[in-house]
């Protein structure tokens, strides 16, 4: 298992930036797919982003794509999502995950989840 935490949430006005971080703790982590996903108040929860251990391939979802890059320092067990040009929409709670079963952009997937990290965007 991986344990993980997210941090770098925050209020942030539209056309802004923000960097989320996930801090893992396990030796397996290097070899876990990682993921970001969001949940806004009364949606459910989709998927942003994600990187393959083996080879980092990124995946993105159409949303952020441009503007959001997600990246992963396996040497030190972290996770970063960069964030830019935020707008109104981008507003939800930010989880990053990490799956045993190799990279999706489906939640069931991951079976490691962070506690969520508030991003707020105003306009």
């Known amino acids: 298992q991986v344990q993980l935490v997210e941090s770098g949430g925050g209020l942030v006005q539209a056309g802004g930036s923000l960097r989320l971080s996930c801090a893992a703790s396990?030796?397996?982590?290097?070899?876990?797919?990682m993921g970001w996903f969001r949940q806004a108040p009364g949606k459910e929860r989709e998927f942003v982003a994600a990187?393959?251990?083996?080879?980092?391939?990124?995946y993105y979802a159409d949303s952020v794509k441009g503007r959001f890059t997600i990246s992963r320092d396996n040497a030190k067990n972290t996770g970063d999502l960069q964030m830019n040009s935020l707008n109104p929409e981008d507003t939800a709670i930010y989880y990053c995950?990490?799956?045993?079963?190799?990279?999706?952009?489906?939640?069931?997937?991951?079976?490691?989840w962070g506690q969520g990290t508030q991003v707020t965007v105003s306009s």
């Open positions: 995950a990490a799956s045993a079963f190799g990279v999706s952009i489906k939640s069931a997937i991951y079976n490691n």
């Open positions: 396990g030796r397996t982590f290097s070899t876990y797919a």
């Open positions: 990187v393959r251990w083996s080879d980092g391939n990124t």
